[in-house]
């Protein structure tokens, strides 16, 4: 496949972001609430989420090391057509992150307003659960941004 | 796309320069040379002139606009 080292790049992040943070949500989900206190759910959860920030960022140095070692400092830094599939792509990433912020707010205002606290909880046992939604909103926007570079490149045009 | 190029037409004419060589001379990626070829990618102006500079062209005659109306 005839790839430039930025799209090399952007591959690595979707796939790094993809793969470290499925396994972080594995992980949380996983977590029995019914079984394991709060403050014990919270622990393991903030266990989990240091975890899966220090393996991503060990995976984007090391791999995005290795291709850039292969590259010429132009193919490092990008061209015009590189910078404009970025700007197009972080305008998707942007809309749903904006999305995602909206609907966390509304999340966080409409069960205290209607008095149903007690019944998303019930619904949804996660700990930590405002900073999970938060969390799952941002990596949905990276995840969006990423693909939509992919897409771009892949698709030869702007 | 409405413009259209003959970029690779100039490649072919110019000792068959090869698309990392004018990439290089322009300062793009040789994925972007394989784009606008392709007419995928319309180049900024000032890569747009670049290329036509560098094969001794006027730039109407390295990229042409065409009315699609």
């Known amino acids: ?158 | 796309m409405p413009i259209t190029n003959k970029v690779r037409e100039c490649r072919f004419f110019a000792n068959e320069m090869t698309q990392q060589t004018l990439a290089e001379a322009v300062g793009v990626t040789r994925q972007t040379i394989m784009a606008i070829e392709k007419n995928k990618y319309n180049p900024s102006l000032e890569v747009a002139f670049k290329i036509a500079k560098l094969f001794n062209k006027p730039l109407e005659e390295v990229f042409a606009y065409i009315d699609e109306e």
Request: net charge negative.
């Open chain 1, 1 to 158: 496949m005839n790839m430039s080292l930025k799209e090399k790049s952007t591959w690595i992040s979707l796939l790094a972001t993809i793969v470290v943070f499925g396994w972080y949500a594995i992980n949380v989900m996983s977590i029995d609430m019914s079984t394991m206190r709060g403050e014990h759910a919270n622990t393991a959860a903030m266990g989990y989420l240091s975890g899966a920030v220090l393996y991503i960022i060990v995976i984007e140095i090391l791999f995005q090391s290795l291709i850039a070692v292969a590259g010429s400092k132009a193919d490092i830094e990008g061209d015009e057509r590189d910078r404009m599939i970025a700007l197009t792509a972080n305008n998707s990433g942007y809309w749903v992150l904006s999305v995602g912020v909206i609907i966390t707010l509304g999340q966080l205002l409409l069960p205290h307003v209607l008095g149903i606290e007690s019944f998303v909880r019930e619904r949804f046992p996660l700990p930590l659960f405002e900073v999970h939604v938060l969390l799952f909103v941002f990596i949905m926007s990276e995840v969006v941004r990423f693909t939509h570079q992919v897409i771009l490149y892949r698709k030869d045009a702007v």
